[in-house]
C-alpha cells in the first residue's frame, strides 16, 4: 500500500520570505512523486513532478522540491513567497514498480503568505 | 498546456434526479481518465479510473450502479450522478492522464454538485 502524509494543515508564512511544504510518502517500490495547488472552487493545477534523475526538481512559478530517499520526503519550496501562492498544496504518490498504480492524494495544505 | 474542461461547473438538482456531467480533454487525447470526490477541506477520494472503451474500474466502496462512467472516446468522459440524494453533494473532479508513458494528470475545474 501507498500513502502521503502531509503533517501541516497550515503553514503560514511572510511575503518574501522561503517557505517550506512538506511531504512525506511510503511506497514498496520506488516512488513518482508530484506537487499539485488548488485555488478555490478549481480543480488542482500541476505544479512539478520526481521520476527519476536530479533530486532537486524545478516546477511551476517558481517552485521546486527536493526529493530525498532516506527521508522518505518531497518537500515542496520557493525562495520567496508571493501573496498570490496563497492556496492549498497536494503532495501525491505513485508507486512505479510493474503496472499502472493509482496515485495517493495527501490531505492537502493550507498555504497562507502575509502581505 | 494539457487542457481538461468540465461541464458543468455547477448543478443544482432535486433529490431523486440525475445529473451528468462531462469531463472534455482539449488539446490531447486521454486514454485514462480519473474521477474524484472532493469534501470540504478535504482531500481528493478516487471514485474511479476509465480507459476509454472500458468498463470504468470503482473504488472500494463507490457505488458503480449510483455513479455511473462512461469514457466513449479519447477526449470525454461522463459521470451520471442516479437518483442523487442530498449526501451526494460534493465537488467532483475529473482529471486525464495523456498516455502510459505521461505520469502526470491534468484536472479539470470541478463541478459543484448541491443536491436539495
Known amino acids: 500500500a501507498q500513502s502521503v502524509a502531509q503533517p501541516e494543515d497550515q503553514v503560514n508564512v511572510a511575503e518574501g520570505n522561503p517557505l517550506t511544504v512538506k511531504c512525506t510518502y511510503s511506497v514498496s517500490g520506488n516512488p513518482y512523486l508530484f506537487w499539485y495547488v488548488q485555488y478555490p472552487n478549481r480543480g488542482l493545477q500541476f505544479l512539478l513532478k520526481?521520476?527519476?534523475?536530479?533530486?532537486l526538481v524545478k516546477g511551476s512559478y517558481g517552485f521546486e522540491a527536493e526529493f530525498n530517499k532516506s527521508q522518505t520526503s518531497f518537500h515542496l519550496k520557493k525562495p520567496s513567497a508571493l501573496v498570490s501562492d496563497s492556496a492549498l498544496y497536494f503532495c501525491a504518490v505513485r508507486d512505479n514498480s510493474g503496472g499502472y498504480q493509482k496515485v495517493t492524494f495527501g490531505t492537502g495544505t493550507k498555504l497562507q503568505v502575509i502581505p | 498546456g494539457a487542457v481538461v474542461s468540465q461541464h458543468p461547473s455547477w448543478v443544482i438538482c432535486k433529490s431523486g434526479t440525475s445529473v451528468k456531467i462531462e469531463c472534455r480533454s482539449l488539446?490531447?487525447?486521454?486514454?485514462?481518465m480519473f474521477w474524484y470526490r472532493q469534501f470540504p477541506k478535504q482531500s481528493l477520494m478516487l471514485m474511479a479510473t476509465?480507459?476509454?472503451?472500458?468498463?470504468?474500474?470503482?473504488e472500494q466502496g463507490v457505488e458503480k450502479d449510483k455513479f455511473l462512467i462512461n469514457h466513449a472516446s479519447l477526449t470525454l468522459s461522463t459521470l451520471t450522478v442516479t437518483s442523487a440524494h442530498p449526501e451526494d453533494s460534493s465537488f467532483y473532479i475529473c482529471s486525464a492522464r495523456a498516455g502510459q508513458g505521461s505520469h502526470e494528470q491534468y484536472f479539470g475545474p470541478g463541478t459543484r454538485l448541491t443536491v436539495t
Open positions: 476509465s480507459n476509454e472503451g472500458s468498463k470504468a474500474t470503482y
Open positions: 520526481y521520476i527519476t534523475g536530479d533530486n
Open positions: 488539446d490531447f487525447q486521454a486514454t485514462t
